[in-house]
């Protein structure tokens, strides 16, 4: 469970390094650049410790596949909270054909 919640904050960490920024579209792109990497510095602290932990527990296939479905979380709430973008179907069925991976990718074979 640790490695789960370490994903989480480094996602929501991620997810504002890569795309808070689009709200200030009128600062400067080199102050976009430096703040958006001193926030994926605080990512990496939690993403590191989180695969560290998590493998052995689980494959490297099995930690990344994780990592990606909750970025896909922690981006539609941040898509819909923070920067006021709808939902549309087709991202949602396209983010259930991920959940399908996901299946494939841990059971056991």
Known sequence: MRTVILLGI???F???AWYGH???KSSPLWKVIFISWLIAFLEYCFQVPANRMGHGQF???QLKTMQEVITLVVFCV???F???EGLKWNYL???LMIIGAVILIFKKW
Do not use: E, P, R, W
């Open 93 to 95: 069925a396209g983010f």
């Open 78 to 80: 941040f898509s819909v």
């Open 22 to 24: 689009l709200k200030y």
């Open 82 to 84: 923070y920067l006021k």
């Open 14 to 16: 991620m997810t504002f």
């Open 10 to 12: 480094s996602n929501i």
């Open 59 to 61: 494959s490297a296939a």
